[in-house]
């Protein structure tokens, strides 16, 4: 069965850095593009990043570009998702989630499978 | 962006109830919108995708409907486990962007 599991949130100071990882198994890893979506109280749940199945492209929210990036390692079945120059707002549940379809080129798609969350609280 | 507004934010209903919850869209999405179904401290599930394909292992009780701007999940029947807060996605142009949420909860 499809699993994916978060790791690496915390509690950082504004202007701090995270990275977060999710693991994958039950399914080709490899073919299927990956998503990152934050989930507040505030505002609910937001779309952060996009990567394509081969890493060749990605796509973030506006209110993350230039500061968080998003990878993946093939042979390791695991995404991740670095944020640099942590803000207030960034504080937030991350999922990461998957693409519905295989091979999508451009992440235009439903997430039929989502993990557990980790929690990213940034404060002073 | 396009913009994804959810009507009512919440809704109060007993078992057995017919519900249908509304989403509509700043912008034409044509059938390109998905419901979610969360329950506390969990991560949300695809319900329904392309506004009116039940996912796999859903209950045949949850319909959606709509095109263009307009949309709308039925729940036939309500059972105890459906007692949720339900999203709408657009997967039609980046960024998606989701509904607020309509949280459905128990009369």
């Known amino acids: 069965q499809v699993q994916l599991v978060e790791s690496g949130g915390g509690v950082v100071q504004p202007g701090g850095s995270l990275r977060l990882s999710c693991a994958a198994s039950?399914?080709?890893?490899?073919?299927?593009?990956m998503h990152w979506v934050r989930q507040t109280l505030n505002k609910g749940l937001q779309w952060v990043s996009f990567?394509?199945?081969?890493?060749?492209?990605?796509y973030y929210a506006d209110s993350v570009k230039g500061r968080f990036t998003i990878s993946r390692d093939n042979s390791k079945n695991t995404l991740y998702l670095q944020m640099n120059s942590l803000r207030i707002e960034d504080t937030a549940v991350y999922y990461c989630?998957?693409?519905?379809?295989?091979?999508?080129?451009?992440?235009?798609?439903?997430?039929?499978?989502w993990g557990q969350g980790t929690m990213v609280t940034v404060s002073s | 962006d396009i913009q994804m507004t959810q009507s009512p934010s919440s809704l109060s209903a007993s078992v057995g109830d017919r519900v249908t919850i509304t989403c509509r869209a700043s912008?034409?999405?044509?059938?390109?919108l998905n419901w979610y179904q969360q329950k506390p401290g969990k991560a949300p599930e695809l319900l329904i995708f392309?506004?009116?394909n039940l996912q796999s292992g859903g209950p045949s009780r949850f319909s959606g409907s709509g095109s263009e701007t307009d949309f709308t999940l039925t729940i036939s029947s309500l059972q105890p486990e459906d007692f949720a807060t339900y999203y709408c996605?657009?997967?039609?142009?980046?960024?998606?962007?989701f509904g607020q949420g309509t949280k459905l909860e128990i009369k």
């Open positions: 989630a998957k693409d519905q379809r295989w091979l999508q080129m451009e992440g235009l798609d439903a997430f039929d499978f």
């Open positions: 039950g399914f080709t890893f490899s073919t299927y593009g």
């Open positions: 990567m394509r199945y081969d890493g060749s492209n990605t």
């Open positions: 912008q034409s999405i044509r059938t390109y």
């Open positions: 392309a506004a009116s």
């Open positions: 996605q657009q997967s039609y142009s980046p960024p998606q962007s």
